[in-house]
């Protein structure tokens, strides 16, 4: 696999956008550093599992909301 299909791996700041939530407001919701949470948001790092049901919750979203539908990609390349 290339490394372009691993880049965006979560929606998480397409949420807190949408939301109009910032950054340091998750990140002291979630009790991480905002350095952690925004490695989350520009997909550097990938939150645990755990977390990212943690950040759905907070959020009050599903968490698929969260993740990129790579079925959805495949159709539009």
């Known amino acids: 696999m290339r490394l372009e299909s691993f880049k965006q ?4 700041k397409e949420v807190l ?3 109009g939530i910032k950054q340091t ?5 979630l009790g ?11 997909n550097r790092q990938q ?3 755990e977390v990212l049901y943690e950040i759905a919750e ?14 959805i990609k495949k159709d539009k390349k």
């Open 25 to 29: 407001w998750l990140a002291e919701q």
């Open 17 to 19: 956008d949408e939301k």
């Open 32 to 42: 991480k550093s905002y350095n952690m949470v925004n490695a989350y948001v520009q």
């Open 58 to 71: 907070i959020l009050g979203v599903n968490v698929k909301e969260l993740l990129i539908d790579n079925e």
């Open 47 to 49: 939150p645990r599992i």
């Open 9 to 12: 791996m979560n929606r998480i």
